[in-house]
């Protein structure tokens, strides 16, 4: 069934290292990717996403790489800093009964960032 | 421009109670959507919608019911609450285009935590 798998489920990485964070998806028709950081207690809000027909987008220390023969796509966060922890979320558009897609979110992942 | 609005933000009720959660948003969006958020489990689809007039199901529907009689407007009836439906409520909406097309950036509301005793 439609599936979104996020990995890992926690991650702690020293200030000013890279962060990776990797989702698999299970409909082939999936078009549209975003990713999601939510801060403790607060909303969730896009911080990148990156369409079917795009193989990387970047946005200054964030990208987004997509592997669609592999329908894997990966979350990567260089040179990180303290208020880079949050929870951050995978998603992936997935085709309804109605043929209107729907948007479906991977389990998170808890990023904290270590002084 | 007040984005996305949920009422109320917290609600305790005792079981087999029914409630409804109010979404409104004022950005002409044609797609709302409602999640649940609970411990572990990420965000989970409850119902959603592409338009006035048209709803499907999500993840988890059961035990849930919605409406979409205006662009603005997506309430969340809850039919007879349970301890299981415990959880903190999010709506969102974005720009769809409409059957067969993909949504862009959903923008959240703020929530509401809702207490099944």
């Known amino acids: 069934g439609e599936n979104v798998e996020q990995h890992p489920s926690t991650l702690s990485v020293q200030e000013g290292d890279s962060a990776v964070i990797k989702c698999t998806y299970s409909d082939s028709a999936s078009n549209y990717f975003p990713w999601y950081k939510q801060e403790l207690g607060k909303r969730p809000q896009l911080i990148i996403d990156i369409r079917s027909n795009v193989g990387e987008k970047k946005d200054q220390r964030i990208a987004v790489t997509l592997n669609k023969t592999a329908k894997h796509f990966s979350l990567h966060i260089t040179e990180t800093q303290p208020e880079d922890s949050a929870v951050y979320f995978c998603?992936?558009?997935?085709?309804?009964?109605?043929?209107?897609?729907?948007?479906?979110f991977g389990s998170g992942t808890r990023l904290s960032i270590r002084p | 421009n007040a984005g996305v609005t949920q009422t109320p933000k917290f609600q305790v009720l005792k079981t087999g109670q029914s409630m409804t959660l109010q979404c409104a948003q004022d950005?002409?969006?044609?797609?709302m959507s409602w999640y649940r958020q609970d411990p572990g489990m990420g965000l989970r689809l409850i119902h959603y919608s592409v338009g006035a007039g048209i709803t499907d199901q999500g993840e988890v529907p059961n035990g849930y019911n919605v409406s979409r009689s205006t662009t603005e407007d997506f309430p969340l009836r809850l039919l007879s609450a349970a301890p299981s439906q415990t959880s903190v409520y999010f709506c969102?909406?974005?720009f769809g285009q409409g059957s067969g097309k993909v949504s862009y950036e959903q923008y959240f509301g703020p929530g509401t935590r809702l207490t099944v005793t």
């Open positions: 950005m002409n969006h044609e797609y």
């Open positions: 969102a909406s974005s």
């Open positions: 998603a992936a558009s997935i085709k309804g009964s109605s043929s209107a897609s729907k948007i479906i």
